[in-house]
Nanobody, 125 residues
Framework: QVQLVEAGGGLGQVGGSLRLSCAGS????????MAWFRQAPGKEREFIAA????????YYTDTVKGRFTIFRDNDKHTVYLQMTGLKPEDTAAYYC??????????????????WGQGPQVPVSS
């Protein structure tokens, strides 16, 4: 069992930056594909980014590529999402997720077994 605890949510400013963190407990995260998803009000949860340490693979959805960065500190069992160039359309609840081993189907919510609590990140001008 993996528990994921997120931190860093809060009000963002258009053009500004925020960093979210997701700390895992119960297991070392180095064996897991870690991902970030978000869900805006009235919309489905969407994939943002994923990272698999063993393959060294990282994926981003096109809407955040070049603005958001996923990175992880396996020694601290933590994965981060650095968000820059924030836009109003980035307003959403942001969820970290973990799936054991393979990064197959990494862009799909059904592939993940463990989820963080999803703090809100409103982006205001």
């Amino acid at each position: 069992q993996v528990q994921l605890v997120e931190a860093g949510g809060g009000l963002g400013q258009v053009g500004g930056s925020l960093r979210l963190s997701c700390a895992g407990s119960g297991r070392t995260l180095s064996s897991y594909t870690m991902a970030w998803f978000r869900q805006a009000p009235g919309k489905e949860r969407e994939f943002i980014a994923a990272s698999n340490s063993r393959r060294g693979s990282i994926y981003y959805t096109d809407t955040v590529k070049g603005r958001f960065t996923i990175f992880r500190d396996n020694d601290k069992h933590t994965v981060y999402l650095q968000m820059t160039g924030l836009k109003p359309e980035d307003t959403a609840a942001y969820y970290c997720a973990a799936k054991y081993a393979s990064d197959a189907q990494a862009q799909h919510t059904f592939a993940y077994s463990f989820w963080g609590q999803g703090p809100q990140v409103p982006v205001s001008s």
